[in-house]
């Protein structure tokens, strides 16, 4: 895996190490579905069978029209839903095997989640929002915490803000918030649903070109959603989803805006 | 209003009936409980206004004598000069085989048309059997068919005069009826009637008053009073009916008083449960208001589905409340009327049919506050347009701005409720009004110190990022938190308020039975406790109980009713043991206590009860007109003691002051026997209930452990319905804050299925759910205690003693508030189970796309 060589300003050895045994257990594709079909009870199948792999530090964008199952796609990679045919592997470890505490464990470890509608902890602070993924996923101890997540805040331009609740931030900052809490404990793979869908397309561009520069210095993989074939071209690859499967889209670069 | 509104806001009850129908069982817990109680206090009432109405009939006066009765021959010179509007009474309890306690009442039937006819149903009874056969009696009406006898059983009646086997017969088949279709068999009958008639003759046999009367009842104008009473030998009284009623009614009323305060609780809790689960129900829907807004759909419209569905889930759930209420009503009456045998009158209360007042009381309470807490919401959802508008975060901050309101007006209250109880204003009824002011200040301070209790948590937990989610939620929903603790604190502080009173109580009587009996043994007559009072033993009897038991010492003591200026009074007659003043719990004496044995002796002088003193308010030096041996004298009041013997209260009178110008009273109500140090009282015993079986009167040997289980029996009941409507109460509040925790979890899904994202395993949101149920739990608890406390102390200090004239000391009974409180964390625990368990099964994509 390539993530251990990235440069990722005032990471140490400790946390590191950390990151090591996390994630670099194993080295072969951080996503990979085989097949795998989806229907919502009682209703006719969304994913016919879907059959992808994300390389480690590969970020994947995918587009289609609305309500051909690309969200559903991200839940399945999530762990959040199951397939009902077909394999999801994440971080080589087959999800259909695990069973729901095992699966919440791999992907607290392995995944960060950025949602359209951003999905802040109204109870707690823009910090301890941010400290949430360190606490559930690692056992760093208190200081420790604080210090990642105050480090990460600052990455995203918030370092000043992280006293306020979630409800006195701007969308965009809200969002920011966000893409710091997906990437605070180092996951292996963002998984991010039309992360800019709430918001203005100057704010989008910004937040867009934020998670792109977050990804890349953490060096984690991306699969994203977007309905912006602008935004997708700027990534290594573009997949549409059509009838319920994914295919590569007939021209990755030089698409229209 | 359109169809698709309609559903739109009906839909609910398909996509969450858990909810929905919880909202329903609110409304029928809360209408139930309160229509319960109603009914049970009422049933109280009735039966003893019934039991008046009954034993008096229609009389206006009644010419009353000694405990022992009169010579019947007064009764005929009395007609012989021309009072014909009289009608001879003999009465008294008696036991049946199965244990029930009846009140027979001999009357003369050729006599009695006027008096009782429409009461007891006597003016078309069977009388003829009465008078010409012996040993008959008529059981009330509908006795026969609740026992399942044919038209005639014999029985075997257990009174004063001993064991006597007596002819049942049914009214109605005398009447050549079908025993099904009794004429006048309605309500009247069925309630309170209690009263077995028979024969003059007869109950003389059963109730050992050969040749006496008890009273004559009479019909006077108001011209003939004087005359009357002014012919009267001696040994008579002539009494107005109603001051005979008086000190019952009196009674019954602090009886119903204290149901009351209950059912104004129990009203209290149900109005939280049902309030905040009607809110909850509209809430919920809050964006489905914002939604039809903002399609264009009028307020006018949305306010008509409100409307509906409050008014739907009202009205069915006061009429299955109603229902549901009328069934727990049988339970709680058979309480009452127990209580109400115990104590006062043998009384059957088979049934009772709510009152308009309860029912309006009801209805206003399920279907006006189901509109209401409805309506609130909806009208606040429907006036902003905007989905953004209509969020919780506004609602929450306004909840927060009415908890500092509140508390404000909250300490008002607890002043004015403080200010009553010091200056002592308005007695009884002041005292349940400085209860509800305390009550009511304390509740409404509790969601300013719960906001403030949990900000304080949710410092202290700082950097906890998971119990902080947890506490800061519960503070943020503060409008759902604040309700739902508020109705457990409550139902938690009147459980400890009743523990405390109930203890101190019970505690004070046991010592005081422990002091008032200070014989080692006691020979009463062999009748039912509560026929005790009227039965005798001879007088002559002191030397033969000393030579069977080789006593030290012999005492007796007689109560008996007796005219005084204060109307009718227990009066008690004692030949006391020579130390027994040292016994005696006096509270304060007139004289030095070394002197008080020899004045109650020598001089025209009583002691009275602390009851007595409060209901008929007197004290020290004041003086009493009694009807002693020889007629009326005044006696002072030199010592008041402490006695619960007798809530209406008595005077105590030591025989020589009592036979001082006449004869002693015939008769002995019980002897009190001392055995020398070290004497075997079994052995005593044994020779004494030999000797005994030897006379014609049947007597009991009893020892104080005995008299003294009795006694605590009869209190326990007395307060086992407290004890159950602790446990009603408790339920509603238990089921109010599963409601609450339900609403808070629901409310919280989407921050839930967002943390289970970022990695909580299904267990840390079930811990996350019952850490809020046990905040609120432990919260509720710490704050009964104080308020519990405060309640006891005051229905010890100002509401008993007002109402009993009873004192007691406060005992804390820290075991009960230690079970209390474990009890409310625990049931808060308990309901955080249904919505932790909901929580952590829940799926995860539906609830994280719901609109924020
Ligand atoms: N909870 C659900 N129950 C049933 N069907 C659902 C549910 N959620 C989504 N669907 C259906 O599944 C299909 C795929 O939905 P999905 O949300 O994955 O689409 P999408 O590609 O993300 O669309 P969009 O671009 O609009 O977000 C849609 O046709 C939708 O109707
Ligand atoms: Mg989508």
């Known amino acids: ?257 | 209003m359109s169809g698709l509104v309609l559903r739109a806001w009906l839909r609910d009850w398909r996509r969450r009936p858990l909810q929905r129908v919880l909202t329903l069982i609110g409304v029928i817990i809360g209408v139930a409980v309160v229509l319960a109680v109603d009914l049970a206090n009422q049933s109280a009432q009735r039966a003893f206004d019934r039991s008046m109405d009954e034993v008096a009939g229609a009389a206006t006066h009644q010419v009353l004598g000694p405990a022992s009765g009169f010579d019947e021959a007064f009764y005929r010179d009395l007609r012989m000069a021309g009072w014909r509007d009289a009608a001879p009474i003999v009465e008294g309890p008696a036991r049946l085989p199965d244990g029930a306690t009846i009140y027979v009442l001999g009357v003369d039937p050729l006599a009695e048309g006027p008096f009782r006819g429409a009461a007891s149903d006597i003016g078309d009874a069977p009388v003829q059997r009465l008078v010409t056969e012996p040993g008959t009696i008529l059981p009330p009406a509908g006795w026969f068919r609740a026992s399942g006898e044919a038209h005639e059983a014999r029985r075997v009646l257990e009174a004063a005069g001993g064991e006597h086997e007596v002819t049942l017969i049914d009214r109605a088949a005398e009447r050549d009826e079908g025993p099904g279709e009794e004429a006048g068999d309605g309500a009247a009958d069925d309630m309170g009637a209690s009263l077995w008639v028979t024969d003059i003759a007869t109950a003389q046999v059963l109730l050992d008053r050969l040749g006496r009367l008890d009273r004559i009842d009479l019909r006077l104008a108001d011209n003939e009073v004087e005359a009357l009473a002014a012919a009267l030998p001696a040994e008579l009284e002539l009494v107005a009916v109603e001051s005979r009623g008086q000190a019952a009614r009196q009674l019954a009323q602090a009886f119903r008083i204290n149901l009351t305060a209950m059912s104004l609780l129990a009203l209290l809790i149900a109005a939280f449960l049902i309030y905040n689960t009607q809110t909850f129900a509209v809430l919920r829907r809050r964006e489905v208001i914002a939604s039809l807004r903002l399609v264009g759909v009028g307020r006018r419209a949305i306010f008509g589905v409100v409307l509906l569905e409050a008014l739907l889930v009202g009205v069915i759930g006061t009429v299955l409340g109603a229902l549901l209420g009328v069934a727990l009503a049988q339970v709680l009456v058979a309480q009452v009327a127990q209580t109400v045998t115990d104590h006062f009158f043998a009384v059957a209360v088979t049934g009772v049919t709510p009152r308009p007042l309860a029912l309006a009381a009801v209805f206003l309470l399920g279907v006006g506050l189901s509109l209401a807490a409805a309506l609130a919401p909806a009208w606040e959802a429907a006036r902003a347009a905007s989905p953004a508008g209509t969020g919780r975060g506004g609602l929450e901050r306004r909840a927060r701005g009415w908890a500092a309101w509140l508390a404000l007006a909250a300490i008002i209250l607890l002043l004015a409720g403080v200010g009553m109880i010091v200056t002592g204003a308005g007695a009884l009824v002041g005292g349940f009004v400085a209860l509800f002011l305390l009550i009511a200040g304390f509740v409404l301070l509790l969601p300013w110190v719960l906001a403030w209790t949990l900000r304080g948590l949710a410092a202290l937990v700082r950097g906890v990022t998971l119990p902080r989610i947890a506490v800061r939620s519960l503070e943020r929903s503060l409008s759902r938190s604040a309700p739902a603790t508020s109705a457990l604190t409550l139902a938690l502080a009147a459980a400890i308020g009743v523990a405390v009173m109930v203890g101190s109580f019970r505690g004070s009587v046991e010592q005081w039975l422990g002091q008032a009996l200070t014989s080692d043994l006691y020979v009463v007559p062999a009748a039912p406790a509560s026929a005790r009072g009227g039965a005798r033993l001879p007088e002559g009897w002191t030397a033969g109980l000393v030579a069977q038991s080789g006593a030290v010492s012999v005492s007796s003591g007689t109560t008996q009713e007796v005219v005084s200026d204060r109307g009718l009074v227990d009066l008690y007659v004692v030949r006391p043991h020579g130390d027994w003043l040292q016994y005696l719990p006096l509270l304060e004496t007139a004289v030095p206590r070394e002197a008080l044995g020899a004045r109650l002796a020598a001089d025209d002088a009583v002691l009275v009860t602390e009851p007595f003193a409060a209901h008929h308010d007197v004290g020290l030096g004041d003086r009493l007109s009694l009807a002693a041996a020889g007629g009326r004298r005044a006696f002072e009041i030199l010592g008041i003691y402490r006695d619960y013997g007798n809530p209406q209260g008595t005077v105590l009178m030591t025989q020589a002051a009592f036979a001082r110008g006449g004869a002693p009273p015939d008769g002995v109500g019980s002897f009190g026997l001392r055995l020398p140090e070290g004497a075997d009282a079994e052995q005593a015993v044994e020779r004494l209930e030999a000797w005994l079986a030897e006379q014609q009167r049947a007597a009991l040997v009893t020892r104080p452990g005995d008299i003294e289980q009795e006694s605590m029996a009869i209190f326990d009941r007395t307060f086992a319905i407290t004890h159950l409507l602790r446990v009603i109460t408790l339920v509603v509040a238990f089921i109010a804050i599963l409601g609450a925790l339900i609403a808070l979890q629901m409310e919280r899904a989407r921050e839930f299925a967002t943390l289970r994202s970022l990695g909580l395993l299904p267990g840390g949101v079930r811990g996350l759910v019952v850490l809020q149920g046990g905040v609120l739990g432990v919260f509720a608890a710490l704050a009964a205690i104080p308020l519990g406390l405060g309640m006891g102390w005051l229905l010890i200090e100002v509401i008993n003693r007002e109402a009993f004239g009873w004192g007691m000391d406060l005992r804390l009974p820290w075991v009960e508030v230690g079970e209390t409180v474990l009890l409310g964390v625990g049931a808060a625990l308990l309901a955080s189970v249904i919505p932790a368990w909901r929580m952590a099964r829940m799926r995860l994509v539906p609830a994280l796309r719901e609109v924020p």
Not at chain 1, 50 to 76: C, M, N, Q, W, Y
């Open chain 1, 1 to 257: 895996m390539s993530t251990g060589t990235t440069q990722h300003p005032g990471l140490n050895g400790q946390q590191k190490a950390d990151r090591m045994s996390e994630s670099s257990s194993f080295s072969g594709p951080v996503l990979r579905l085989i097949g795998a079909a989806f229907a919502y009870p009682g209703e006719g199948e969304v994913l016919h069978g879907v059959d992808f792999e994300l390389a480690p530090g590969e970020r994947v964008a995918i587009v289609g029209e609305s309500g051909s199952g690309k969200s559903t796609l991200l839940h399945l990679a999530a762990g959040l839903e199951a397939a009902d045919r077909g394999e999801v592997h994440l971080a080589g470890e087959a999800l259909a095997g695990l069973d729901e505490a095992a699966r919440t464990r791999l992907r607290r470890a392995k995944v960060g989640i950025v949602f359209q509608s951003f999905h802040l902890i109204p109870t707690l602070t823009v910090l301890e929002n941010v400290m949430l993924p360190l606490e559930l996923a690692t056992d760093a101890n208190a200081a420790e915490r604080r210090e990642r997540a105050g480090r990460q805040l600052t990455a995203v331009g918030l370092g000043d803000k992280g006293d306020r609740y979630p409800e006195a931030l701007s969308g965009g900052e809200q969002q920011r918030v966000a893409i710091a809490r997906a990437l605070v404990h180092q996951p292996a793979l963002i998984l991010a649903d039309e992360p800019t869908g709430n918001l203005d397309s100057r704010t989008g561009e910004t937040i867009f070109g934020l998670l792109l520069e977050q990804v890349r210095a953490t060096g984690c993989s991306l699969l994203l959603v977007t309905h912006s074939h602008e935004l997708a071209g700027r990534l290594d690859r573009v997949l549409t989803m059509r009838d319920g499967v994914l295919q590569l889209s007939e021209a990755t670069e030089g698409v229209p805006a």
